[in-house]
């Protein structure tokens, strides 16, 4: 006898299904959690400071800009080990544009400088990345060669156009990108906060009014109005952090003194939001509008899915190819920019082993080797966890070899987890 | 020819002495069929037969090696799956060629996705007429949110035929549309095979089922080994006939269409 078919009965859908938040999501806000609450007690409350969460963000923006790209990389089923290899290059070419060549060309201190510089060392990384796709796509040579080949050949053509040289000082405007020397201070982060907060409210709403008008269900009222007041809380809360970490007072008088004034008494001055940050942002939206709503993220998750059926589509995959190391080229340049505007000048090793922590913060965010799954803002999340175990660790005065340790585990572990949450959901591993 | 096709006027498809080979194999050996509108063929013979190698030729997923492709009486040059479905060819693999991350709405408008004005997709639309077409195809389908990985046999395949079925092909390729379905799917499937056909498409079938060939198709092509046998008026001939010339790769006396 044949059981009648289980009838489904329709279960009171649980909180965050009402919600639609994905529970991995959840998952990793929970681990950054932890902790941040463990390193806090550890450190006796020096670990959720303003200052240090501050820090945290602009040592997180390099290594979580490059791992958005990272995530479309590895969703078409391939691998870029030369990233840091990239970021060096890039690195060079705006080092050596804006300390050696441009200066003699425009004049010391010209504006020009920071932004041709900066263009000089996207467009390098572009065309090596499209370089790099070419021989992926066209030449039909694993990803995995092209770039363990690039790795050694990108940081050495970076030695070479530098002659070894650590390049500095770094054009003052240029210096601002790199997150301490420019922030947008209180106000403007606030007017930013208030941006952001209307900006989010309003793409909730439409995506409602999107579903209401081809009446498909929606969420209930109430379940909308939790994800805004999540939403803008989260926004709000963050720039009411980096609003709160103040200028020390030594900064503040040197400040004051190189513009012939005296520093009044009792005045201070918050940092704000650090334009590197903001640049993180902006890389955030950007990369999921592309990988949400564009037809280049549409192909570059079908061909990820399944690349013959991607082919049989029409779609071009080695084009295709060519596109995604090409932006993972630009995203290398960008995080090149970040990078060696924080540590204020260009080193050869600017860098290295950056390839291993952006693949790390890919993967630890949710991104599929096996292709076909990942999203941008878990990518920037496990970047986030890395630097927070990371600095929590060296704060804490743990060795920078058992530091290294902890972030292999780390990986291996999330991995795991990973695999045994999608056999539990029922997806294919 | 026999008489029924002869004066017929220019065939909506030539497929005119196909070769390609797959290091040494003969996947398909010099071979010609042809289509005309308001008409199905249907490609027989066993496994490895080279039925899905030929058709790939004509909807762009291989090059062939010699032979020449017309449509409508000019030649084509179909050099990859785009050019087949600027000809309004459209294809539903064996394989089905599903995306199994990406839901119905994504998998039926893959590589032509419907945008908003300021050029990104338009999920919401999308999904609109996938429901719109999913509901005279598969009343029963209801998983428009899931990736297609979460379907069963019968429903990927649903999704496969709407996705060939909604842009207006002219030439519609089916390799074994009914192989992961059950009788009552297979049912809608044939109905739906005899719609398009009285809406003056040409369809190159696939099928194993020879009931199933005996109704719906009106001419038969065989393959054995990457050659072609012969092509019958199915109406001409009985089901033994057709079993024999796929068996033993010979057509029956006077009986060649
Ligand atoms: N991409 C390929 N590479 C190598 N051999 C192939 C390829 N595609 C088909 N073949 C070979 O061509 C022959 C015909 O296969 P196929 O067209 O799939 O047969 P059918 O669809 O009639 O069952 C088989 O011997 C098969 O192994
Ligand atoms: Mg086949």
């Known amino acids: 006898m044949t059981k009648p078919p289980k009838a489904s009965a329709p279960a009171k859908p649980s909180l965050f299904k009402t919600l639609e938040i994905d529970t991995r999501l959840l998952g990793m806000i929970g681990a950054f959690v932890v902790i941040c609450l463990v390193f806090n007690i550890i450190t006796d409350g020096r670990f959720l400071t303003a200052r240090n969460l501050f820090n945290l963000s602009i040592q997180t923006v390099s290594v979580a800009i490059m791992a958005t790209g990272m995530v479309f990389v590895i969703v078409t089923r391939h691998i870029d080990l030369s990233v840091g290899a990239l970021l060096a290059t890039c690195s060079a070419v705006m080092g050596v544009m804006q300390v050696q060549m441009l200066p003699g060309i425009l004049g010391l201190g010209s504006p020009l400088i920071a932004p041709l510089a900066i263009l000089g060392g996207l467009l390098a990384g572009a065309l090596i990345g499209a370089f790099n796709g070419w021989l992926i796509g066209y030449q039909r040579i694993p990803a995995f060669i092209v770039t363990l080949g690039g790795l050694l050949v990108w940081r050495n053509v970076g030695w070479y156009m530098t002659d070894g040289q650590t390049l500095g000082p770094l054009d003052q405007n240029f210096l601002l990108l790199g997150g301490v020397e420019g922030t947008i201070g209180a106000t403007g982060s606030w007017i930013l906060g208030v941006l952001f907060s209307l900006a989010a409210i309003w793409a909730i709403w439409r995506a409602r009014a999107a579903k209401i008008q081809h009446e498909f269900p929606v969420k209930p009222l109430w379940a909308e109005g939790a994800l805004m007041a999540i939403s803008v809380g989260a926004i709000m809360g963050f720039v009411a952090i980096l609003n709160s970490y103040e200028v020390p007072i030594g900064r503040l008088k040197r400040e004051f003194e190189a513009r012939g004034e005296v520093l009044p008494e009792g005045y201070s001055e918050v940092y704000g939001l650090p334009i590197s940050v903001l640049i993180l942002i902006f890389v955030a939206i950007a990369m999921t509008v592309l990988a949400r709503r564009t037809r280049l993220g549409r192909y570059i998750f079908a061909t990820g899915g399944n690349p013959d059926a991607a082919e049989l589509s029409g779609i071009n995959t080695r084009m295709l190819t060519v596109k995604i190391f090409a932006l993972m080229g630009f995203l290398c340049g960008l995080s090149a920019m970040v990078a060696q505007a924080r540590l204020a000048n260009h080193t050869n090793d600017i860098g290295t082993l950056d390839e291993l922590r952006v693949i790390a913060a890919a993967v630890i965010g949710g991104t599929a080797l096996a292709g076909g799954i990942g999203t941008i803002y878990g990518a920037i999340l496990g970047a986030i966890i890395m630097q927070s175990l990371q600095s929590g660790m060296a704060m804490v005065g743990v060795d920078a070899p058992f530091q290294n340790i902890v972030v292999g585990a780390l990986l291996v572990l999330a991995v795991w987890i990973d695999i045994q949450y999608r056999k539990r959901t029922g997806e294919k591993v | ?257």
């Open chain 2, 1 to 257: 020819m026999s008489q029924s096709t002869e004066n017929r006027g220019t065939p909506l498809v030539e497929l005119r002495d196909i070769s390609i080979s797959f290091g040494g194999i003969k996947a398909v050996d010099h071979v010609t069929v042809d289509l005309y509108p308001g008409e199905v063929v249907g490609l027989l013979g066993h496994n490895g037969a080279g039925k899905s190698t030929l058709i790939k030729c004509l909807s762009g997923a291989y090059q062939m090696d010699a032979g020449e492709i017309f449509i409508n009486g000019d030649k084509a040059e179909i050099r990859n799956p785009r050019d087949a479905r600027a000809y309004n060819i459209e294809t539903i693999y064996q394989t089905l060629a599903l995306a199994d991350n990406l839901d119905a709405a994504s998998n039926l408008f893959l590589g032509r996705e419907l945008v908003t004005p300021a050029g990104f997709v338009d999920d919401a639309r999308m999904e609109a007429e996938t429901r719109k077409i999913m509901g005279r195809l598969n009343p029963n389908f209801r998983k428009f949110k899931d990736p297609v990985k979460a379907l069963s046999g019968g429903q990927r395949q649903s999704v496969a035929i709407a996705r060939a079925v909604y842009f207006n092909a002219k030439i519609l390729i089916m390799d074994e549309p009914t192989a992961a379905l059950g009788p009552h799917e297979t049912q809608m499937v044939a109905e739906l095979i005899q719609e398009l056909k009285a809406q003056g498409l040409g369809i190159f079938l696939i099928e194993h089922d020879i009931h199933n060939v005996m109704k719906l198709c009106d001419r038969a092509s065989v393959m054995k080994n990457g050659q072609l046998v012969g092509t019958v008026n199915v109406d001409e001939v009985t089901d033994e006939d057709i079993l024999g010339m796929i068996i033993l790769g010979k057509t029956p006396e006077g009986v060649s269409a």
